[in-house]
């Protein structure tokens, strides 16, 4: 089993940034990816990016590129995603997924391709 915790959430005003943490524990695997998903109120969860824990994949939701960036610290077990310029439209809850697999981006952007979620970090943007 791996355990996913994030933190980092919190009130913003527009414009202001934030960076999400997600640290993994629990079993190791030779292979990892680890992702970020997003769920705004009364809407479907939505990919926001996702790496792998080498360094070999690493992609973004087109509409978030230049103002999202996803990281990882393998030392850490960590993996960052830094929220700029954000916006009202940017509310939800962010989640941590991962997967004990190098998959594709392709593949990255379901949901149903990760086995272990987190309980999710909740980020509001005022205007």
């Known amino acids: 089993q791996v355990q996913l915790v994030e933190s980092g959430g919190g009130l913003v005003q527009a414009g202001g940034s934030l960076r999400l943490s997600c640290v993994a524990s629990?079993?190791?695997?030779?292979?990892?990816?680890m992702a970020w998903f997003r769920q705004a109120p009364g809407k479907e969860r939505e990919f926001v990016s996702a790496?792998?824990?080498?360094?070999?994949?690493?992609y973004s939701t087109n509409s978030l590129k230049g103002r999202f960036t996803i990281s990882r610290d393998s030392a850490k077990n960590t993996v960052y995603l830094q929220l700029n310029s954000l916006t009202p439209e940017d509310t939800a809850v962010y989640y941590c997924?991962?997967?004990?697999?190098?998959?594709?981006?392709?593949?990255?952007?379901?949901?149903?391709?990760?086995?272990?979620w987190g309980q999710g970090t909740q980020v509001t943007v005022s205007s």
């Open positions: 790496v792998s824990w080498s360094g070999q994949m690493g």
């Open positions: 629990g079993r190791t695997f030779s292979s990892l990816t």
């Open positions: 997924a991962a997967v004990g697999l190098l998959i594709t981006t392709r593949q990255a952007m379901a949901q149903r391709e990760y086995d272990y």
